[in-house]
């Protein structure tokens, strides 16, 4: 009897994935060797180059606010970057235009490594090109795809990320080595190389690339984007870079801002068919969610009600951030003070958060094939929102080591590295259960025309929390209320934080009524 033929399968494997993997590992090559000795650079070259000890704790809070801001520009900007892409130029040439201009600020930070109005100014080129490009790089992946080889895809993601882990730990590791031996501007200018070869393998691909178009030009949607953009850009003028008052004060103007111009320029800003803002404000000035839906359609409310059901969940995650950042921060300057000798190695400090990436690897199949599994069969089922509420247990937990560790150092011990890679191993299972978590939440539970508004949302919960942190360590550095947790302090101070987020999270989640869109279905 003969045997049956095999199935054939449809389709290939894009030739265009290549491109992008390599473009995206030189690029995370670049983010993360550039910000792995960005804390302690700041320190040491412009905020206490007389090595002054009185000035040592002004330093400290002025630097890590620094990183703070920019990491909170890096996740803002996403949603102007979206909107080009979406809007205008579409995918391809967003990536390779801001590309560019994330290249060119790279370039410029090595090269301004001793005057630091270049130095800042070309951090916020590096923000403006890594956060337009930011919510088209993975999507662009998608977009290789269609129904003859859309069974390929996962192949693509798994080599994505892994690419974004390989770029990253490399760095971290070289980076810092780099500084310790050839200087600053070797050290950043190797990754502002690397962001040249990201653009430039990017650019080989252009004629194998599979491009959605955008749609056709909206003058509506020009002077939308135009308005929220400029308003931005003259709060960062004034309030951070004139007055230094950090982003905290920029985003509660531009918020204002936000709002007052799309009064002025109404025909715009509610031209249908609308977008989350504009629907939001129609609704508040119109008589509700009803009135809108007459004028919108019940489907497009119904997106719009997904979204808060949604953001009363991301609410919670600010906190989240605001502690995890911390580990490529403050942190680094806490290692600086402890015995970096671990497994037989002399470690830099700037080196020690490379075991994040590698417990992630290990965390992720140990979570969703063993310990979920295990907990379901025992009847403790595991839903996200449980899972968002272990992960801040956990967060604040990891605090509550480093925080222990904090006060040992301002007893004047010297702690072992060890302690501080026990804290990385408990941020990290939270990081588990909450980014990731936090990222299927945002798909499942948001219908498909509102995914891309909540994957924009879900970018934010990362300048919120890096906000938060910025106003603590502004306030630290100008001597204001937050000036009294120094040392061991600060770290009590998130860890409260932490945990009263927790106990409110538990009052909340319960009453936060779930709708999944599976595929496009509610």
């Known amino acids: 009897m003969a045997e049956a033929p095999k199935p054939q399968q ?18 995370r090559f670049n983010y993360y060797g550039m910000t792995a000795i960005l804390t302690t650079f700041l320190i040491a070259q412009f905020y206490n180059p007389t090595k002054d000890p009185n000035l040592t704790q002004f330093a400290e809070a002025k630097a890590n606010a620094t990183n ?34 994330y290249a060119l600020g790279s370039t410029l930070v090595a090269l301004s490594v001793n005057n630091e109005v270049m130095f800042t100014s070309a951090l916020m080129l590096i923000a403006l090109g890594a956060g337009g490009i ?50 600053p501007m070797v050290a950043f200018g190797v990754p ?38 400029v308003s931005l850009f003259v709060s960062y003028i004034i309030f951070d870079k004139k007055l230094e008052m950090g982003t905290g004060p920029v985003l509660g103007v531009w918020g204002l801002s936000v709002i007052a111009l799309a009064f002025v320029f109404k025909k715009q800003w509610f031209a249908k068919p609308g977008n989350f803002i504009g629907i939001n404000l129609y609704a508040l000035t119109n008589g509700g969610f009803a009135a809108a839906a007459k004028e919108y359609g019940e489907n497009t409310i119904e ?64 979570f969703s094939f063993v310990i979920f599994p295990y907990l379901n069969k025992i009847g403790l089922r595991v839903t996200p929102l449980r899972k968002i ?21 301002d007893a004047g011990e010297r ?65 204001g209320f937050f000036h009294q947790f120094q040392g061991a302090d600060f770290f009590w101070l998130f860890t409260g934080i932490c945990f009263a987020t927790f106990l409110i999270f538990m009052v909340v989640s319960p009453r936060i009524k779930e709708k999944s869109y599976i595929g496009g279905q509610s």
Not at 393 to 408: C, D, P, R, Y
Request: aromatic fraction near 14%; proline fraction near 4%.
């Open 303 to 366: 997106g719009i009600k997904s979204v808060w059901r949604v953001l009363a969940v991301f609410a919670f995650i600010p906190v989240f951030w605001a502690l995890w950042d911390q580990s490529q921060s403050e942190w680094v300057v806490q290692a600086t003070k402890m015995d970096l000798n671990w497994l037989g190695i002399e470690w830099q400090a700037e080196q020690i958060s490379f075991v994040n990436a590698a417990f992630i690897l290990l965390f992720i199949p140990l």
């Open 68 to 101: 703070h801001d920019f990491k909170a520009m890096v996740y803002l900007l996403p949603m102007f970057g979206g909107m080009i892409a979406d809007w205008f130029w579409g995918k391809y040439k967003t990536i390779l235009r801001l590309s560019l201009v």
């Open 134 to 183: 930011k919510p088209c790089v993975s999507a662009n992946v998608g977009d290789q795809f269609d129904e003859s080889n859309s069974h390929m895809i996962s192949k693509a993601f798994d080599a994505f990320y892994a690419s974004i882990n390989a770029g990253s730990v490399l760095s971290i590791l070289l980076i810092p080595y780099l500084n310790k031996h050839y200087g």
């Open 389 to 409: 509420g272990a992960g801040l247990v956990l967060t604040g937990l990891s605090f509550v080591i480093v925080a222990m560790v904090q006060g040992w150092i």
């Open 10 to 27: 449809r389709g290939k494997f894009p030739t265009s994935i290549p491109y992008i993997i390599g473009n995206e590992a030189a690029e």
């Open 192 to 229: 502002a190389i690397a962001m040249l070869i990201a653009v430039f393998f990017f650019w080989l691909g252009r004629n194998k690339y599979r491009r959605i178009p955008p749609p056709a030009f909206d003058q509506n949607k020009l002077v939308v984007f135009l308005t929220a953009f």
């Open 415 to 479: 702690i072992n590295i060890n302690w501080q890679i026990f804290a990385f191993v408990v941020l990290t299972a939270g990081e588990v259960l909450i980014s990731i978590t936090g990222l299927e939440y945002a798909y499942t539970q948001s219908p498909p025309t509102m995914k891309s508004t909540i994957m924009a949302c879900w970018l934010i919960t990362v300048t919120l929390g890096n906000v938060l942190v910025s106003v603590v360590q502004t306030s630290k550095a100008n001597q």
